[in-house]
């Protein structure tokens, strides 16, 4: 069974910068980070691969980065230029065996104009 376990939400000004992380138990191999705001769907924000393949939503290149550390098993994700529209509970995303998915509790990352 793998747990996840996330850290760094908060309220930060617009401008600013947040990080979160997320350690994994057990074996995963894709990790990724979701977003979900009130009355909006759950969508991704970036993902990373075991070989460290990265993707990200378009509303967050350049200002986004995900990062991982396979010794720690644990994933992170730097978020720069943070704007009100960030505003959301971030969930981190793992992929074990069998493509099966896990998912952490979520982090609220709140972004005041």
């Known amino acids: 069974q793998v747990q996840l376990v996330e850290s760094g939400g908060g309220l ?3 401008g600013g ?3 979160l992380s ?3 138990s057990g074996n995963i191999f894709n990790m990724g980070w979701y977003r979900q705001s009130p009355g909006k769907q759950r969508e ?5 691969t075991l070989g460290g393949t990265t993707n990200y939503a378009d509303s967050v290149k350049g200002r986004f980065t ?3 550390d396979n010794v720690k098993n644990t994933v992170y994700l730097q978020m720069n230029s943070l704007k009100p529209e960030d505003t ?3 969930y981190c995303n793992a992929r074990g065996i069998f493509d ?3 998912w952490g509790k ?5 972004v005041s104009s």
């Not at 991704?44 to 990373?48: D, G």
């Not at 979520?106 to 709140?110: D, E, H, R, S």
């Open 88 to 90: 959301a509970v971030y």
């Open 106 to 110: 979520g982090t609220l990352v709140t």
């Open 17 to 19: 910068s947040l990080r």
């Open 44 to 48: 991704l924000v970036a993902s990373i």
């Open 12 to 14: 930060v000004q617009a």
């Open 22 to 24: 997320c350690a994994a």
């Open 66 to 68: 995900i990062s991982r």
């Open 100 to 102: 099966r998915d896990y």
